[in-house]
């Protein structure tokens, strides 16, 4: 499948810091790739440089096959950007947003009528287009910046933290907004987020990213694989000796690792969902009376976890908007 966006050794140096280091990654078209990591571990960075905001110290990024530095006005052209920070402007209307993005990349006003109604009618706003946005909820403000990013038709939309501050149901609804428009465009989505849940839910492949270099890589399945944890699944029983619970689960061959607390079998499995049936079914078959079954299925928490020490909800406080500026990175609490 041709790439969407090509990075090759990338390094980005701030005097003696290294901000990147080697970075290498290559996006699909239509995939939607996920970069995870703590704060000071590059993204910002890598956002920057593939917005053609930065410029490499080494190293090339190519977006829709334009090279990011030599060819960033064509860059501009086939990229759409939401940044985490909302940016629309309280005193124009929803509709006038969209014109003004639409004017600035030079579309005919048949065409650009014709998107901007597509586009409202897609993110639920058609109703309102004719509002003021300082009347919009945080929802509504954030799919009218989804739209926006995309009047245009790009070919790549990069997303930072698309849906933080939203409550639960408008964290939702943009997740369908955004597999809507994969399906309708074949959009290429590059989306980092500290919601594990975000990414899994639309992420076909996602990079950890730390110190500057990716640490990891692969689909979210392929990721969970990587890690030694494994599913775990707990039942608890009644009727009969645990003893005999034991034995029964050590001989099946997807169960690596047995024990039990009290009156509850503990089974480690790398499929704790296929694993349940067949337990359920054996001990019933013994005689036992299955009480409670739960299952504890590794998450993409626990890959990042794994790859960097700690919980990336220790992070989002800190979170900084690449377009409103991070700073310079330091080695200081990375």
Not at 80 to 95: C, F, I
Not at 173 to 197: A, G, N, Q
Not at 325 to 334: D, F, H, K, N, S
Request: glycine share 8%; charged share 25%; proline share 4%.
């Amino acid at each position: 499948m041709k790439p969407a966006i090509e990075i090759e050794g990338l390094v980005k140096k701030y005097g003696e810091i290294t901000a990147l280091d080697k970075v290498t990654v290559t996006i699909p078209e239509g995939d939607c790739f996920g970069l995870l990591g703590p704060n000071g571990a590059g993204k910002t960075t890598l956002i920057r440089i593939l917005t053609t905001l930065l410029k490499p110290t080494v190293g090339t990024a190519r977006i829709g096959g334009f090279d990011v530095v030599r060819q960033s006005a064509d860059v501009r052209t086939v990229i759409g950007v939401v940044p985490q920070a909302m940016t629309s402007d309280l005193d124009l209307t929803g509709y006038e947003t969209l014109d003004i993005y639409g004017r600035f990349y030079n579309m005919p006003s048949s065409d650009r009528r014709e998107r901007i109604d597509e586009l409202l009618s897609l993110v639920g706003l058609t109703e309102r287009a004719g509002d003021l946005i300082a009347t919009y909820s945080g929802g509504m403000r954030r799919r009218l910046e989804i739209a926006r990013g995309l009047v245009h038709k790009p070919l790549i939309l990069i997303l930072d933290e698309p849906t933080i501050g939203l409550d639960p149901q408008s964290r939702h609804v943009v997740w369908e907004l955004l597999e809507k428009f994969m399906k309708l465009d074949r959009l290429t989505i590059l989306l980092t987020t500290h919601y594990m849940e975000e990414a899994e839910s639309l992420c076909k492949h996602v990079a950890i990213i730390d110190y500057g270099r990716i640490v990891a890589l692969d689909t979210v399945e392929g990721l969970k694989k990587q890690i030694p944890q494994k599913d775990v699944v707990e039942v608890t029983i009644a009727n009969i000796a645990m003893e005999e619970a034991v034995k029964f689960a050590r001989g099946l061959s997807a169960a690596p690792a047995c024990a039990s607390r009290d009156d509850v079998l503990i089974v480690s499995s790398d499929h704790g969902a296929e694993m349940i049936p067949v337990l359920v079914d054996g001990l019933k078959g013994l005689g036992a009376k299955v009480v409670r079954v739960i299952l504890k299925e590794q998450t993409l928490e626990d890959v990042f976890i794994h790859y960097t020490g700690r919980p990336i909800r220790e992070e989002e406080a800190k979170k900084v908007s690449f377009l409103l500026g991070a700073g310079i990175p330091t080695r200081l609490g990375r």
